[in-house]
């Protein structure tokens, strides 16, 4: 059973940066392809980037391209989002997902975290 636990969110200002880690564990977690979602009250569940399971292939969602990379060092079993130029519609649960395939979907995933709140501030 693949369990991920994700730290690292808060309340923040405008403009400010944040480094959100999911930790990941459970049988051939490093062989998954993680990815990092967000949801709003109301809202659905939306995309944010995805890494595969070597780190070396990444995609990111076009709202978010230029301001959050996503990473991972499976030695650690952790996966990263670093959240740059943060905004006040950034405000969100941020979930961190595991699956063997990937992609841009949350039904395409397996496994979630409980997720980390960040409050970003005008």
């Known amino acids: ?45 939306e995309f944010l980037a995805t890494i595969s399971w070597s780190g070396g292939t990444t995609y990111y969602a076009g709202s978010v391209k230029g301001r959050f990379t996503i990473s991972r060092d499976n030695a650690d079993n952790a996966v990263y989002l670093q959240v740059n130029s943060l905004e006040p519609e950034d405000t969100a649960i941020y979930y961190c997902a595991a699956s063997p395939f990937g992609g841009t979907k949350d039904s395409e995933y ?9 409050t970003v501030s005008a």
């Open 110 to 118: 397996e496994y979630w975290g409980q997720g980390t709140q960040v």
């Open 1 to 45: 059973q693949v369990q991920l636990v994700e730290s690292g969110g808060g309340l923040v200002q405008a403009g400010d940066s944040l480094s959100l880690s999911c930790a990941a564990s459970g049988p051939a977690v490093n062989t998954y392809a993680m990815a990092w979602f967000r949801q709003t009250p109301g809202k659905e569940r």
